[in-house]
T-cell receptor, first 114, second 113 residues
Framework: NAGVTQTPKFQVLKTGQSMTLQCAQD?????MSWYRQDPGMGLRLIHY???????DQGEVPNGYNVSRSTTEDFPLRLLSAAPSQTSVYFC?????????????FGPGTRLTVT | TQLLEQSPQFLSIQEGENLTVYCNSS?????LQWYRQEPGEGPVLLVT?????EVKKLKRLTFQFGDARKDSSLHITAAQPGDTGLYLC?????????????FGKGTKLSVKP
């Protein structure tokens, strides 16, 4: 069981570039989420999905897109990178309400936008 | 915006000391979770508390959920350097969904040998 995997581990982008952060889980969890973690701000929810084909916005969705075509994968797309998107990004999965929304986190992607 | 306040924000202690971290809100939670995060890694779930007044123990860590389910505490007895890390609490709002899971900003604990 690999749990939640994320790629890449580190990424540097120039302003205006686009990229996709990959996330996969092998626990057959219905719920998946993307968070960003910034100093002094804690973990903030970007987008989440309650199942394949269903996504919704979290607290800070602007500048990011998601889709969920399979239970296992939940990629996060940055459409046009901005310095304000410099952050550490975590993908998480959970059983949802049946599991008290307990989150299983990936190792994170550290993104720098110059 | 719903808030979950953690205190203290930073804590630096000597090995063997005891400490308590607090997580407070004006909102009622159906459950509350505690996570520990080490540098360069994702948070790892320590415990979930569900019932008001519930106490759970994990070796030297004791977690308590407030009677009204609005607050929680984490007490560490005889802290060890291996306890060093960022401790996060997260509350699931009553009747909420994945989008209603709120994280505190964390307590950064440093335990010196």
């Amino acid at each position: 069981n690999a749990g939640v995997t994320q790629t890449p581990k580190f990424q540097v982008l120039k302003t205006g570039q686009s990229m996709t952060l990959q996330c996969a889980q092998d626990m057959n969890h219905e719920y998946m989420s993307w968070y960003r973690q910034d100093p002094g701000m804690g973990l903030r929810l970007i987008h989440y999905s309650v199942g394949a084909g269903i996504t919704d916005q979290g607290e800070v969705p602007n500048g990011y897109n998601v889709s969920r075509s399979t239970t296992e994968d939940f990629p996060l797309r940055l459409l046009s990178a901005a310095p304000s998107q410099t952050s550490v990004y975590f993908c998480a999965s959970s059983y949802g309400s049946g599991g008290g929304y307990e989150q299983y986190f990936g190792p994170g992607t550290r993104l720098t936008v110059t | 915006t719903q808030l979950l306040e953690q205190s203290p924000q930073f804590l630096s202690i000597q090995e063997g000391e005891n400490l308590t971290v607090y997580c407070n809100s004006s909102s009622v939670f159906s459950s509350l979770q505690w996570y520990r995060q080490e540098p360069g890694e994702g948070p790892v779930l320590l415990v979930t508390v569900v019932t008001g007044g519930e106490v759970k123990k994990l070796k030297r860590l004791t977690f308590q959920f407030g009677d009204a389910r609005k607050d929680s505490s984490l007490h560490i007895t005889a802290a060890q350097p291996g306890d060093t890390g960022l401790y996060l609490c997260a509350g699931a709002l009553n009747g909420g969904s994945q989008g209603n899971l709120i994280f505190g900003k964390g307590t950064k604990l440093s335990v010196k040998p």
